[in-house]
Each structure stands twice: as structure tokens, then as C-alpha cells.
């Protein structure tokens, strides 16, 4: 059980407060804070009761939603003595609860995140462009060198987060940097990889690279520009994912875990009156 | 402008002693650590999260004598020194309007998106690389207080083992605090505003180039003082044991760092 607990955590337990049904807004919350690892492989929650003091909801609420993530594997209750409610990371289902989550936004929900996170990360690009000290600029060297290491989906978003949030300490700014690890939690929930996800990452990997590059040459007006272009396609490529998931809001917990990018948009193609 | 005001000696002194404080405070912080394994080994315990818990009392003295400097100060435990934890997070702050310190805490998991990796932190690797104290930033302190910072650190070895590095927070805002009214009295004024300048531009760059503080805005914490910014006849000092310069010049910096359009 690791003794460090982090600002990130403190919110995974405080109380939920969207209109959502309460137990699924509670499968929403805990699922995206293992996505993020801000709860690790292995760990035990607390105590179902303390859970729901914490979160805000009855303990009828809370059952409801661990025996959901029961079953997406999430999940995994041991009996006896040394029991309880274990976390398991478990990609499938994760990637099904993102897509859950991205289908219940409006487009235009995804548009303004992206055009927010636009205006943020590039604004500290630009600063750190004019700021960066030679120490720092390895640090951003080192954050990409990372997310080309990544191998797995749940790599990638977290080495692509923490580039950002490395390129907004390097601003020299703490509003920034703080409003871009909020929005790292946030976007990280939502990302969705294609099928091509290695074709993805390396057009993704070439576009941080470039900005880096940028800012090692002291032109912030280009790393600016370069970031807002990367954090727009990132946008429109969610967009896209977003229409071709359709209205219907049903979640079948086999069906979906297996919705990829690819059929996805070959749904979309079957659909033209769409 | 009289030559009392240009001497830069002056200036670098208060600076000096304001960072041999805060150093003073982290000294003290190291000693006690030492005493805590001390004590362990004569009990025949091997070290344990529970010995440093001892340092808490002295921990807070500390912290009340320095508030209007230091933030918060601490101790981070090197792998292996502890059983089985990576490193120890051993920091508590003082928030304003609080009579306790608080323990700071961090995400130590590698896996999570808000880890905090201490191992690449310049404040941890390079006390341990060269065993002398050292001074970070400004920098924000991402993941972890999400201030701009200044961090004093020194590294603590007993019997030829590194077992980590002690150190102290100081707000970048509260250094200048505390320094700039000190340079306006060597001054015999305050600050550089417009036609009543009545003191010379004089900063304090790191290693790095990056101002750590300054008393004229051409010049902003955080920025980066590059080769050209600093007019001819600036004046240079180099503060002892830190990796930082002082520049004074009777005449105006250049803006730094700034776009130019």
C-alpha cells in the first residue's frame, strides 16, 4: 500500500457532484483515476462504508457500482481475513468506460476542452520558448524521449500528460502549470487510440518533437503555433470518434469493450444518412 | 548616484545572509537527522519511517522561526535506506494562518500521471552527485507543493552513506520579500520607478541565467537573463558556495527574455 497520497487523489474520493446516476458517476470516477494510476494495480479501496462517507452516496449506491466494476474486471473482491476490495488495471475496460464517458459529452464539449487546452499549453509553450533554462529544456527532451518509450495505451496518456505539464513548469508559471494538470485528468479520461495506434503515437511523437525543438531555439511563436496545431488534430481525431460512437447511449459491457477506433468509423461509413 | 549605492558588495551581503539563514535552518534540520540514526543504532534498531518521526518537534521550531521565509522544510530519504520504500518523503509546510505543520504528500507510484520522481529532481541529484549543498530555481514545483520555488538543499552522509537530502522551501515571492526592502535601505531608497530612480538596477541570475530576483521590473523572476540583455558596465559578483551571480548596473537593463515583435 503505498503511504503517498497525492493532490490528484485527494479528488478521486471527494464527494460526486454531476446529475449523473449516482452509481455510475462512481464507476466513472474510480475507473478514470485507475486509468490514470492515481489508484495503483493491487491496491485496496477503503472500507465500503468509509467509501461512500467520502464520495457522498448511500452504500446501496456504492455496492451497485463496485459489483459493475466487478464485472469489467475492475475490480476484485477477496473475503476473509486481510480482505476487501482490490483495484485491478485492466485495459479493455477502461478503454469501454472512456468511450462511455466521450459518447455522454456533446461535441461541442470536446471542441471547447481542446480549444481550452490549446489556449493553456500554448501559451506555455510560447513562455517556456523565452524561459527554459538548459536544465529544463532536457527535462522536455527526456518527457518526449518517454512517450516514445511508451508501448501500452495507459503509457501513452500518461507520458503525453506529463510532457505537458513538464512544458508548462518550463513557462515558469504556476496557474498554468496547475490549470494544465487539471486538464490532464480530464483529457486523459477521454483519449481514445486508434487501432494504428503505433501510426498515431509516431505522428504524435514527430509533432511534440518538433515543438521542443522550438522552444530549444528560442521561437515561441512557433512553438505556440505547433502546439495549438497538435492539441487541435488531437481534437478533431477525438471529434470524429465521438460522431461515429452514435447516439445511442447503450452500454454493453462486451460489446463495447471491443469498439476500436477502426470500426468505430466503420460503423460510420455503414450509417451515410448519418 | 553616489558610489555607497553601487557597491555591490553591499547588496550581495544581505543577500548572503538571508541565504545563510536559510541554509543555517537546514543544518540544523540535518543534525538532527543524524542525531535520530545515532540514537537508532544505539538501540540496535535499523533505521525506520518511525525514527524519523522524532524529527517532527524540531521540524516545526524551525518552521516557526523562519515563516517569513521558509515555507516548508524536510527530509527526502534515498532508496534503499528505508526497507522496502523507494524514497521517503519526509516534508512538512507551514501554511499561512496555521499553527501546525502540515506533511506534504506526494504520488511516489512511477506508474501514476501525477508522480512525483524525486531521482531527477535537481535538488535531490545533484547534492547527492557532488555532496555539497546546493539551490534550486525559481522553478515550479509541479506534482509536488505546485509553487514557485526556491529549494535549499544539502546532503546528509553518515559513515560514507548517502542517506539523502534535508532541505528548505522558499517561495520565490518571499525571498524578494525579504531582500528587496534590505536593498532599499543600502540604497537610501526603494526600488527603480520611473523618473524617482534613486538606486542602481541590481538582480540576482543562477547558474542558468534565470533572475532570481530583482529590483527592477525590466527584469522579472523567472526570465532569462541572456548575454545580451545586461548593458555594458554591469557590474559582476559571484555569491559564495551557491550557483548564483549578482549584477549591478547604474544604467538600465535591456528588457530580457521577452518576445521581440
Known amino acids: ?132 533554462t538548459a536544465a529544463e529544456m532536457e527535462r522536455l527532451v527526456a518527457a518526449v524521449d518517454r512517450y516514445a518509450d511508451a508501448t501500452t495505451n495507459a503509457a501513452r496518456r500518461r507520458t503525453e500528460g506529463r510532457y505537458y505539464i513538464e512544458v508548462a513548469a518550463a513557462a515558469q508559471s504556476v496557474r498554468l502549470t496547475r490549470q494544465e494538470i487539471e486538464l490532464q485528468s480530464e483529457l486523459a479520461e477521454l483519449q481514445l487510440f486508434p487501432p494504428d495506434t503505433t501510426g498515431w503515437a509516431t505522428a504524435t511523437l514527430g509533432r511534440h518533437r518538433a515543438v521542443v525543438a522550438a522552444v530549444g531555439d528560442r521561437d515561441g511563436t512557433l512553438a505556440r503555433r505547433l502546439t495549438e496545431e497538435c492539441i487541435g488534430l488531437r481534437t478533431l481525431a477525438m471529434i470524429e470518434v465521438h460522431l461515429s460512437l452514435g447516439p445511442t447511449p447503450g452500454d454493453t459491457l462486451d460489446g463495447d469493450a471491443d469498439v476500436s477506433w477502426s470500426t468505430a468509423k466503420g460503423e460510420l461509413d455503414d450509417e451515410p444518412s448519418r | 548616484m553616489t558610489s555607497r549605492a553601487a557597491d555591490p558588495t553591499r547588496y550581495a551581503a544581505t543577500a548572503e545572509s538571508l541565504v545563510e539563514r536559510v541554509f543555517g535552518a537546514v543544518g540544523l534540520l540535518r543534525e538532527q537527522v543524524l542525531d535520530c540514526r545515532s540514537n537508532a543504532l544505539s538501540r540496535r534498531e535499523q533505521l525506520q519511517a518511525k525514527h524519523f518521526a522524532e524529527l517532527r518537534p524540531g521540524l516545526s521550531a524551525l518552521l516557526h522561526a523562519h515563516r517569513d521565509v521558509v515555507v516548508g522544510m524536510g527530509m527526502v530519504i534515498a532508496p534503499g535506506i528505508l526497507r522496502g520504500e523507494r524514497h521517503r518523503v519526509e516534508w512538512w509546510q507551514l501554511l499561512p494562518g496555521r499553527d501546525q505543520p502540515s506533511a506534504l504528500r506526494v504520488d511516489l507510484n512511477p506508474e501514476s500521471l501525477g508522480f512525483y520522481d524525486c531521482d531527477s529532481a535537481e535538488w535531490f541529484s545533484v547534492p547527492r552527485r557532488t555532496g555539497r549543498r546546493h539551490i534550486v530555481g525559481p522553478y515550479v514545483d509541479a506534482l509536488g507543493t505546485d509553487r514557485y520555488l526556491l529549494t535549499f538543499t544539502a546532503p546528509v552522509v553518515a559513515d560514507g552513506t548517502f542517506l539523502g537530502v534535508v532541505g528548505a522551501d522558499v517561495p520565490v515571492a518571499r525571498f524578494e520579500r525579504c531582500l528587496l526592502p534590505a536593498w532599499a535601505d543600502r540604497a537610501g531608497g526603494m526600488g527603480n520607478v520611473g523618473a524617482g ?50 549584477l549591478l548596473s547604474e544604467r538600465l537593463f535591456h528588457g530580457v527574455g521577452r518576445n521581440q515583435p
Do not use: Y
Not at chain 1, 10 to 27: I, K, M, Y
Not at chain 1, 61 to 90: C, I, K, M, P
Not at chain 2, 203 to 213: A, E, F, H, P, Y
Open chain 2, 197 to 246: 530612480k534613486v538606486a542602481p538596477d541590481v538582480l540576482i541570475i543562477n547558474s542558468q541565467g534565470r533572475v532570481v530576483v530583482s529590483n527592477s521590473a525590466r527584469a522579472l523572476s523567472g526570465e532569462l537573463l541572456t548575454d545580451e540583455s545586461a548593458v555594458a558596465g554591469t557590474v559582476r559578483l559571484d555569491l559564495p558556495d551557491v550557483p548564483w551571480q549578482l
Open chain 1, 1 to 132: 500500500m503505498p503511504a503517498a497520497i497525492g493532490t490528484g487523489r485527494q479528488a478521486v474520493f471527494a464527494p460526486l457532484d454531476d446529475g449523473a446516476g449516482r452509481s455510475e458517476a462512481v464507476v466513472r470516477r474510480l475507473g478514470s483515476a485507475i486509468a490514470l494510476g492515481l489508484i495503483a494495480d493491487g491496491e485496496q479501496l477503503p472500507a465500503e462504508s468509509d467509501l461512500a462517507t467520502s464520495l457522498g452516496v448511500a452504500t446501496v449506491t456504492l455496492r451497485e457500482a463496485l459489483s459493475d466494476l466487478r464485472r469489467r474486471g475492475l475490480v476484485e473482491t477477496r473475503r476473509g481475513r486481510g480482505g476487501g476490495s482490490f483495484v485491478r488495471v485492466f485495459e479493455p475496460a477502461l478503454t469501454a468506460l472512456t468511450q462511455r464517458r466521450v459518447r455522454e459529452l456533446g461535441s461541442a464539449d470536446l471542441r471547447e476542452l481542446g480549444e481550452f487546452h490549446a489556449a493553456v499549453a500554448g501559451t506555455a509553450a510560447r513562455l517556456a520558448a523565452e524561459r527554459a
